[in-house]
């Protein structure tokens, strides 16, 4: 198989996986969907408030009747939300859509990396190959540090 050829393929492959996880993960109808319901209290509530904190008054505490109280996660999650925040986005499902936006890099880089190893055919299998990996589609469509 010729060069030209092999990167044709493995393009292919790629724009395969990019219209798999658009399918199967991107275009989740999130009012929909079981996370807003769980017991006691789902994680992405805890963390939009954080991110909305952080991104507001540059502290990190959840703010509840007038009270201020230290969540019980660590900050890192938070703090990818409050770009998002920057841009207008305030919503509970900001937290969603930080794990698809992180689910997307990961396979860019992926691809990125594997393109740049000449390993033309293989980027784009290992692409798609990522993207109907069940763990990747569950992680990469919810905020819950659960799973």
Do not use: K
């Amino acid at each position: 198989m010729t060069e030209r050829t092999q990167r044709c393929l493995g393009i292919a492959l790629f724009v395969m996986a990019l219209i798999t996880y658009t399918a199967t993960v991107l275009t989740i109808a999130l009012e929909r969907t079981p996370f807003y319901n769980l017991p006691p209290s789902p994680d992405a509530i805890e963390y939009f408030a954080g991110g909305l904190s952080l991104a507001e008054e540059g502290d990190y505490q959840i703010h509840v009747s007038g009270q201020s109280f230290p969540p019980r996660y660590p900050f890192g999650y938070s703090l990818l939300m409050v770009p998002l925040f920057w841009l207008g986005f305030e919503s509970i499902e900001v937290p969603f859509r930080v794990n698809q936006v992180l689910g997307a890099a990961l396979i860019a880089c992926l691809f990125t990396y594997l393109w740049s190893c000449r390993l033309y055919v293989e980027s784009g299998l290992a692409a798609l190959l990522l993207t109907t990996f069940p763990a990747f589609i569950i992680q990469a469509g919810s905020p819950m540090s659960e799973m």
